[in-house]
């Protein structure tokens, strides 16, 4: 059974920072492209950043580029985001997914694409 479990979510003040880390079982993590995407109260779901089987290639949405970091450790079988200078609109359930994409160097965006979600975690930003 393939599960991916979010965790480190939480209450953030503004310009604060937390880690997002997405746990794998079940599948082995490298020979997946990895997202993470997010949805806000009232609002449909959004990518926010994406990473490559290896690692090599990572990609972000122009709301988050230069505040989040996405990373993974494939000898873990985990994909981290770590998110720097938080605004309050940033506040959102964020999600992992996965997809099971042969060229290993590639991500993907199009959320229609990946085969395998977590549950979500609750990011607040506010003061």
């Known amino acids: 059974q393939v599960q991916l479990v979010e965790s480190g979510g939480g209450l953030v003040q503004p310009g604060g920072s937390v880690r997002l880390s997405c746990a794998a079982t079940?599948?082995?993590?490298?020979?997946?492209?990895v997202g993470w995407f997010r949805q806000a109260p009232g609002k449909e779901r959004e990518g926010v950043s994406y990473?490559?089987?290896?690692?090599?290639?990572?990609r972000y949405e122009d709301s988050v580029r230069g505040r989040f970091t996405i990373s993974r450790d494939n000898g873990k079988n985990t994909v981290d985001l770590s998110m720097a200078s938080l605004k309050p609109e940033d506040t959102a359930i964020y999600y992992c997914a996965a997809v099971n994409y042969p060229k290993y160097t590639d991500t993907v965006t199009a959320p229609a694409h990946y085969d395998y979600w977590g549950q979500g975690i609750q990011v607040t930003v506010s003061s």
């Open positions: 079940g599948i082995t993590l490298k020979y997946y492209a």
């Open positions: 990473i490559s089987g290896d690692g090599t290639t990572a």
